[in-house]
């Protein structure tokens, strides 16, 4: 069974950073994606980035230049270094972990980006 634990939301002003943390355990085996989604209140669940054990990563657009994503392959963890934070990347991130074909999903962690 996998299990996927996050930490490191919380509140921000305005051109701060904050770094999410997704540990992963369980059967993970292999090549496999980790990235992070979001859902702000009343929008759809967004990608924001993701990356693989082969090291691809990839970025949704309003993000790119502010946010680094980048896995630990030894720990099964996967980062979100977000910089630059604005207002409207206020959501809940979720982690995720897409391997042998099923996707599995963590509990959602808040981040709220206000003076």
């Known amino acids: 069974q996998v299990q996927l634990v996050e930490s490191g939301g919380g509140l921000v002003q305005p051109g701060g950073s904050l770094r999410l943390s997704c540990a992963g355990s369980g059967s993970i085996f292999g090549i496999y994606t980790m990235g992070w989604s979001r859902q702000a209140p009343g929008k759809q669940r967004e990608l924001v980035a993701a990356?693989?054990?082969?090291?691809?990563?990839n970025y949704a657009d309003s993000v790119k230049g502010r946010f680094a994503v980048s896995l630990d392959n030894a720990k099964t963890t996967v980062y979100l270094q977000m910089n630059s934070l604005k207002p409207e990347d206020t959501a809940v991130y979720y982690c995720?972990?897409?391997?042998?074909?099923?996707?599995?999903w963590g509990q959602g962690i808040q981040v709220t980006v206000s003076s």
């Open positions: 990356t693989n054990s082969a090291g691809s990563t």
């Open positions: 995720y972990l897409h391997v042998t074909a099923r996707y599995y």
